[in-house]
DNA sequence: CATGAATGAGTGTTCATTCAT
DNA sequence: GATGAATGAACACTCATTCAT
C-alpha cells in the first residue's frame, strides 16, 4: 500500500507547503518534489498525476479532521454540544495550521470543476457527519421536528465555512477559536425553531 | 465613458457565455472576442486586461443585484421582512438566470487568489445590505441585542451562498426560491436569540 | 489559403534544414521556430501541430517532385524512355538536394507508424505514375503482356528507393544521376520478359 | 558466453513480443523486462542498453535467416535456381512469423540513425549472400557478363523488401509466398540483361 | 476606432539507466 | 546473480497581450 509508505505523506505534506507559500497556480510538481526532497519522477510513483496529489492532499487532511470531529462528538450527549464541539474543532484545527487553512479555504478551491467536484465527494463524509448530529437533535427535541435536515446542514456548513474563509482573508488577523460559542449560538437558534 | 458604449456590455455579456459554456480556464479571450463579435485587439480598447473582464463582469451584474436587492427592501418595514424579500430575489435572479448562476457559483471562484480577493471588495456592497438589514432589526428588537453583526452577516451570506451553490452543483434539479422561506426561518431564529 | 503564405513554405523549409542537420529526433519544433525565423507560437499559425510540419513538408516536397517527373515522362513516347527519365530526374533531384535526400530517405523514416502511413498515402501518387508507364508499355508492347504490374511497381519503386537510401548513407560519395542508365536496364529487362 | 544462457534468449523473443504487440515507440524496457520475467534490471546484466538488445535481436533472428538461406541455396545447382529458393524462403519465413515480420519490416526503422546503421552492418551478410549468387550466374553466365553485380544487389535486396514491406503494410491479406516465381522472373530478367 | 498576425514564456510527465540491498 | 525504487533531463503547445496597418 503506498499510502503507508513514508514518502507518500512526505510529499503531500511537500504539497502543502508549497501551495501555501507559492498559490495554486505556482504550485508546480518540480517545486513540490524538492520540498519533498525527492525527484520529479520519484513523485509519480506515489501518484497518478498533479491532481492526484491535490485530491490525496485533501482525502488525507479531511480524513484526519473527520476522525478527530468524530471523536469530540462521541464524548458529548446532546446535540447541541455534539455541535459546539464539532465548530470548536474545527476552527482549532485550521487554527492549528495556517498552512492547512490557507489551501483549503484559498488555494484548492482554485482548482478546475473536476477537481472540485471530487473534492465535494471526500466533503460528503463530513457533511453526512452534520446531518447525523442534527437528526439526533430533532430526535432528542432539542431542534424544531420540522427542521429541513438539508437545509439546515447547508446552514451549519455555509456558516462555518464563510466565517473560517472570512478570518483566513483577513490574515488571521482576531481568534477564531473564540468565535466558536457564538456561531454556535447562532446554529442552534435557527435549528431550534422559535 | 466606455461603461456606456455598446461593445463594453456586449463584450460582458459574451463573457458570461463563452464563461458559462466552457468553464472558466477554456474561456479564452479570443472565444470571448468571437463571441462578442469584435477583434482580439478590441477587447484590450475596453478593458485593462483579461482579469479586468471578469471583474467588469463581477461588478455589472452585482450592480443590477443590489439595485434589485436595495428596491425591494425598501418596500418592507419590517428586519424580518427585508431578509425575506433579499433571500427571494438573491434566488429568484439566479433561477432566473441559469449562465449567470454558473458563473458566479462555479467558475468565478477559480480565479486566483488576487481576483478573488477583488471578487470580494465588490461583494463588500451586498455584504453592507444585510448588515444595514441586521442592524434594523436589532434596533427594532426583532433581532436579539447581543447580536454578533459580523458572524450573523457570514452565517446570512453562507447560508445562502452554499444553499445556491449546493443547487447549482445538483444541476438546478429543485425549485430553489421554493426554499427561501425555510432558510429565511432558520436565518431569522438565529437572529432572534431564544 | 495558408499554404501560399511565405511563412507556410519558410517553416517548411526550416524544418528540411533543421532535420538534415540535427536528425528526426533532434528537430525540435523550438529549432525549427528559430531557424524559420519566427516565434515558437508562430509555427501554430500554420500547422497544426509537429506531426503536420512534417506531413506537409513530405507533401509540398513530392508535390514538386511528382510534378518534375509528370512533366518530363510527357515529353517521352515510348514507355521505357519514360521509365529513363523517371530514374533520371529521381535520381536528379535528390542528387541536387542533398538535405531533402537525407530527410526522406534516413530522418523521415524514423516518425512513427501513423506518420509513415499518411506519408504512404502521398507516395501512392509516385506508386500510380509508375503503374502508369507500366501499363502503357505494356500496352505498347514494349513489357511482357503477363507482367504483374503491382510486382513490377513494387520492383521499380523498390529498386530506386534502395539504391537512394545506399547512396545517401554511402555519404553520397558517388554519381548516383550516372547510374540512372544500369538502373533503367535491370528495371526494363525486368518488365520486358525474356 | 551470455548469449547462450536460458534468460539472454528469453529477453530478445519477450521484445519481439512487445515490439510487435505496442510498436517501437511503446516498447519501454519495463514491459519487455515484464515479458520477460525479469526485473527491470536483470536487462542491464545481459545488455549493454535498450539499444544493444534490438541489435541483437536482429542478430540472432538474421543469423536464422541466414543460416537457413544458406542452406538451402546450397542444393540448387544454377544461380536463377538459388535465387528462386531464396526469394521463397524469405517470404516464407516472414509469413510464418507475423510478429517477425512487424517487427523488421515496420518497427525496427523507425529507429534512429546510428541504429539503423547498426542494423545494415549485420544486413550486409544477407547481400553477401546476394552477391555471390549473383557472380556465380554471371560466372555461369546465366546473367549478363555486364551485369553491376552492386546494382543487380540493390534490385534484388530492394524489390524482396518492397514486397515484404507492402505485403505487411496491406495487413498480409494476400499470399506472399505464391509471389516468389513472379518475383524470381522480374529479378532474372533484370539480371539477364536482354 | 478596429483589426488580427505575431509573440514567447512557462510546465507536467515519461522512461532508460543505476545501485543499494 | 537478481531486484525494483529512485533518478532527472527533456519538450510540444497554449494563450494573454501587443502594435503596425
Known amino acids: 500500500m503506498k499510502k503507508n509508505k513514508p514518502k507518500y505523506k512526505q510529499i503531500i505534506d511537500a504539497a502543502v507547503i508549497i501551495i501555501a507559500e507559492n498559490g495554486y497556480h505556482q504550485a508546480q510538481v518540480s517545486k513540490i518534489a524538492k520540498q519533498a526532497g525527492v525527484a520529479d519522477g520519484t ?5 497518478k498525476n498533479k491532481e492526484d496529489i491535490l485530491i490525496s492532499l485533501f482525502e488525507e487532511k479531511m480524513g484526519i479532521f473527520i476522525d478527530k470531529i468524530n471523536e469530540v462528538i462521541a464524548g458529548k450527549q446532546k446535540a447541541s454540544e455534539k455541535l459546539l464541539v464539532m465548530v470548536e474543532n474545527h476552527f482549532k484545527i485550521l487554527s492549528d495550521d495556517h498552512q492547512l487553512a490557507v489551501v483549503t479555504q484559498l488555494e484548492l478551491r482554485q482548482s478546475n470543476k473536476e477537481l472540485r467536484l471530487k473534492i465535494n465527494d471526500v466533503l460528503k463524509e463530513y457533511l453526512q457527519l452534520v446531518d447525523e448530529i442534527l437528526l439526533y437533535g430533532i430526535e432528542t427535541e432539542e431542534f424544531s421536528k420540522d427542521l429541513d435536515v438539508r437545509l439546515a446542514r447547508q446552514m451549519v456548513f455555509g456558516t462555518i465555512d464563510e466565517t473560517v ?13 473564540a468565535l466558536a460559542p457564538a456561531v454556535h449560538k447562532l446554529l442552534t437558534n435557527g435549528c431550534r425553531g422559535l
Open 43 to 47: 513523485i509519480y510513483l506515489y501518484f
Open 165 to 177: 474563509t472570512t478570518w483566513v482573508m483577513n490574515e488571521e488577523k482576531y481568534d477564531l477559536v
